[in-house]
T-cell receptor, first 109, second 114 residues
């Protein structure tokens, strides 16, 4: 069975501080990992996916198959980063996506 | 280009009743996935439709069923509603069923079962 674990429900950081949102997964096949973000009063949207290996809004995430992790990082938090972040695992050959329970990031001015 | 829309925005039903939720895909998208998001949880995959056929299903009982129409809009039907069905129901559309391309989410329908 596939599972995504986000251990922190809430992460509070000061503006300008580094951010790391943790995500661990369990999956026997070759995973596709994603980070989705939901800003206040907005829809859930894709932030980044591991196969793209890109940086979006200053965020990066590296897939570590040895540690089965896909942590989301940003060197300097900004107030506009405050949102709900969901780590997600794609599998099954079709678009079944398994989401974690989410971490609320709160950036303190 | 129009985004994903869902209707109604919210509704209240009584236990045992049936409900139909609707989703209009983003223009050009042929795949729709439905998710249930309980309070404080991440979205849970219910099923996916590709070109009017169910293409995959999560761990939901048969009383959760769906349809996709030739214009790729979709319905989620839930029979014999239970209190635990109270949740936000999200649909997401995408262009392909075979690659995990970007899914575009709708705003959701908030269902309350009393």
């Amino acid at each position: 069975a596939q599972r995504v674990t986000q251990p922190e429900k809430l992460l509070s950081v000061f503006k300008g501080a580094p951010v790391e949102l943790k995500c661990n997964y369990s999956y026997s096949g070759s995973p596709e990992l994603f980070w989705y973000v939901q800003y206040s009063r907005q829809r859930l949207q894709l932030l980044l996916r591991h196969i793209s290996r890109e940086s979006i809004k200053g965020f990066t995430a590296d897939l570590n198959k040895g540690e089965t992790s896909f942590h989301l990082k940003k060197p300097f938090a900004q107030e506009e980063d405050s949102a709900m972040y969901y780590c997600a695992l794609g599998s099954g050959g079709y678009q079944k996506v398994t989401f974690g329970t989410g971490t609320k990031l709160q950036v303190i001015p | 280009e129009t985004g994903v829309t869902q209707s109604p925005t919210h509704l209240i039903k009584t236990r045992g009743q049936q409900v139909t939720l609707r989703c209009s895909s983003q223009s050009g998208h042929n795949t729709v996935s439905w998710y249930q998001q309980a309070l404080g949880q991440g979205p849970q995959f219910i099923f996916q439709y590709y070109r009017e056929e169910e293409n995959g299903r999560g761990n939901f009982p048969p009383r959760f069923s769906g349809l996709q129409f030739p214009n790729y809009s979709s319905e989620l039907n839930v029979n014999a509603l239970e209190l635990d069905d109270s949740a936000l129901y999200l649909c997401a559309s995408s262009q392909s069923d075979r690659d995990l391309h970007e899914q575009y989410f709708g705003p959701g329908t908030r269902l309350t079962v009393t």
